[in-house]
């Protein structure tokens, strides 16, 4: 019965429930709304309401291809990227303007916890200008290394960039290299200088600095202040000017590519699509060029930033579409979709993603394995850069080697499983992978390749079989003060590293070139970095190949036996520092047994490092007062032998909590 009793907020809000129901549902508005009074004037009421309202009204066909700009936010950690998508958002109407409007777009509980852009976000903004009509398709990108991956798939579905650069902090590495992504893509850069609000900002110094490194006029830079508003608009209009509509024609069969994904478990996969030609609506049937499954759509619409459908998407729009694929491997990244009966050119789609560090997962227990399994097919869903390959432990039972995009990547998903699936899990030390060129022919038909992969340790080749052994190399950029340049170059020397370029990008600060092996970087390089030059400098890598090198695999062993979740690759020449780290670590970790327990690390035959786990004592001799030595001499070699003994047939189990002590120590170290 309306309108429901209670008070006036509670009316409204049950109100605004009916009225999002029957907008979705097709019904007419219930004929109670206007005589709500004070419950008509509610938060929920307004809020919903209107919401119901656009979804009805919203016309994505009175947006031609010349009013569409489909452009993404870039740049380097903490510049204001995700802020300046905030403002946008206000500007637009997209969001009422409030004090909690802070990353917005930031919808993962990880990314508000660490205040980093983890997913790239889509959000499509209505905006007047001239008196025309525009839609402008936003993507907020992350602007860590581990997650270029995210950035370079954003860019495949826009014709701009706006490339963040803090006034205080001027250009550091991870701008760089999101420039050239941007540059390789033949997108327009739009540079725009924040923070100008900055006690020590300096908006000329960094205006300088991109007219030297990207060669850009620094009267083309936008000079604002995302937090405050200072000249916000004026990023909107030089989108709408600067930025070039699509290249799409509505009247050419569909042909949609699926750039990002998420899973929900209601309605299976809803894929973000940018659509480069024709029309999908609500119905249409539709085929996957990767896989030649087909599909009905159910659903289509545009992120305003949170999901609001529509009858139809139109070529050159971005949008998001469900068509019942429940199927974890269904939704490819990459894929294009078209029409049924009107097939098409797949469009190029995107280099798959290449992983630089490998660990171990395990669950905690594993009567939780399913669970676990379960969690990671959905979570590599949202996260297609994760690749997955199973593997199993004698100590840790049933589990898989994941690759990840950096150390930082594999954090982030170890978080977010814990946090959305509820799972628990072991991580093993993250490894690098490396290459062996066999040498062989009888190898090389057994595994119908010259040249092998090694992600796990374990499975390292001995140096008899092999002709020589390949480790990955990057191309590491890193800008610091100059004040530093000494101690970051010594830094490098003892990473293996080699020197490519050097350039001073103004009077204090320069950009250092270096080829470094990536076992040298994954684990603690960026922090002793920082830690060196006071915060000050910033890295960035890229993928440089494979370099010869020469490798051993180090074994570590309990009284003889090989721990195999302990193996290790090391260079030659860091051999013993890393096992005599690792024998150490071990030493306060493993419990005391009645029997001596020996710790080795081993090459091959040889042991290059030790540690001894003494046994508990037992004094024998505590009862003899006196008396004749023979006695105490029998008492004490019958002591000996029985604990030779017993180290014979003893068995060291290594408990599970000291495994996650000292697998989580050699990744911190």
Same mark, same amino acid.
Do not use: C, W
């Given at each position: 019965m309306w309108p429901p009793a209670g008070p006036a907020w509670w009316r409204g809000r049950a109100l605004a429930v009916w009225v999002t129901r029957a907008a979705c549902l097709g019904l007419p508005r219930p004929p109670c709304a206007p005589t709500l009074g004070a419950a008509g004037e509610s938060w929920g009421l307004s809020r919903l309401y209107s919401s119901a309202e656009r979804k009805e009204k919203v016309d994505m066909s009175r947006f031609p291809v010349e009013n569409i700009r489909n452009f993404s936010i870039i740049a380097h950690v903490d510049h204001g990227k995700s802020t300046l998508a905030d403002r946008l958002l206000e500007l637009t109407g997209t969001i009422d303007k409030t004090k909690n409007n802070k990353q917005v777009l930031d919808k993962l509980q990880v990314e508000r916890e660490r205040g980093i852009t983890v997913k790239a976000q889509t959000a499509s903004l209505f905006y007047n200008h001239e008196g025309k009509q525009y839609l402008l398709n936003l993507i907020d990108t992350p602007g860590h290394v581990d997650f270029s991956y995210e950035v370079s798939r954003s860019l495949s579905a826009c014709q701009g960039v706006l490339l963040v650069v803090d006034a205080n902090e001027g250009i550091q590495a991870q701008t760089v290299a999101n420039f050239f992504l941007a540059f390789e893509a033949q997108?327009?850069?739009?540079?725009?200088?924040?923070?100008?609000?900055?006690?020590?900002?300096?908006?000329?110094?960094v205006e300088k600095q991109i007219e030297k490194l990207f060669d850009i006029p620094s009267d083309e830079c936008i000079k604002i202040s995302a937090k405050i508003g200072t000249n916000v608009e004026s990023v909107l209009r030089a989108v709408i000017e600067r930025i070039p509509p699509p290249n799409a024609h509505r009247k050419d069969p569909l042909r949609a590519l699926v750039f990002d994904s998420t899973f929900d478990q209601y309605r299976g996969v809803v894929a973000s699509v940018a659509l480069f030609d024709g029309v999908v609506s609500k119905g249409d049937k539709i085929v996957s060029a990767h896989t030649q499954k087909a599909y009905e759509v159910n659903e289509v619409g545009v992120l305003n930033p949170n999901e609001q459908p529509t009858h139809k998407l139109y070529a050159g729009q971005?949008?998001?579409?469900?068509?019942?694929?429940?199927?974890?491997?269904?939704?490819?990244?990459?894929?294009?979709?078209?029409?049924?009966?009107?097939?098409?050119?797949?469009?190029?789609?995107?280099? !798959?993603?290449?992983?630089?560090?490998?660990?171990?997962?395990?669950?905690?227990?594993? !009567?939780?394995?399913?669970?676990?399994?379960?969690?990671?097919?959905?979570?590599?869903?949202?996260? !297609? !850069?994760?690749?997955?390959?199973?593997?199993s432990s004698l100590a840790l039972g049933a589990g898989w080697r994941l690759g990840f995009l950096g150390l930082l990547h594999m954090e982030v998903f170890n978080q977010r499983l814990e946090q959305e699936y509820n799972a628990s899990v072991i991580l093993t030390t993250p490894t690098v992978p490396y290459k062996a060129v066999l040498s062989s022919a009888k190898l090389i038909k057994e595994y119908r390749e010259k040249e092998i992969t090694i992600i796990n340790p374990a499975q390292f080749p001995d140096k008899s079989k092999v002709s020589e052994y390949l480790e990955p190399v990057v191309l590491g950029t890193i800008i610091t003060p100059d004040e530093y340049t000494g101690k970051v170059m010594m830094l490098c020397q003892a990473r293996r590293a080699v020197q490519k370029n050097m350039m001073f990008i103004d009077q204090n600060r320069v950009m250092l070139k270096y080829l470094l092996p990536l076992n040298e970087i994954v684990v603690d390089f960026y922090d002793s970095l920082k830690s060196l030059s006071s915060g000050y400098a910033s890295f960035d890598y890229e993928d440089a190949g494979y370099q010869t090198a020469e490798l051993v695999k180090m074994d570590i062993l309990l009284n003889g036996n090989v721990v195999e979740e302990l193996i290790t690759i090391v260079h030659k020449d860091k051999a013993h520092t890393v096992g005599k780290t690792i024998c150490e670590r071990l030493k306060d970790s493993l419990p005391r047994q009645l029997f001596e327990i020996a710790i080795q690390a081993a090459i091959g035959s040889k042991i290059i490092a030790r540690e001894t786990v003494k046994a508990y004592r037992k004094n024998v001799l505590a009862k003899c007062y006196g008396g004749d030595i023979t006695r105490k001499m029998k008492l004490l070699k019958r002591q000996a032998e029985g604990k030779k003994k017993l180290r014979k047939v003893g068995n060291v189990e290594v408990p599970k909590d000291a495994f996650i002590k000292v697998l989580k120590a050699h990744s911190d170290k």
């Open positions: 997108l327009s850069v739009i540079p725009v200088i924040n923070k100008i609000d900055l006690k020590n900002a300096d908006p000329e110094r971005v949008g998001y579409l469900i068509a019942g694929m429940k199927d974890v491997t269904e939704a490819q990244i990459g894929d294009t979709l078209y029409l049924h009966k009107q097939p098409v050119e797949p469009l190029p789609g995107f280099k !798959s993603a290449k992983p630089m560090v490998f660990a171990g997962m395990y669950p905690v227990d594993q !009567s939780e394995y399913n669970n676990l399994k379960s969690a990671i097919e959905k979570l590599t869903l949202n996260d !297609s !850069s994760v690749t997955v390959h199973r593997d």
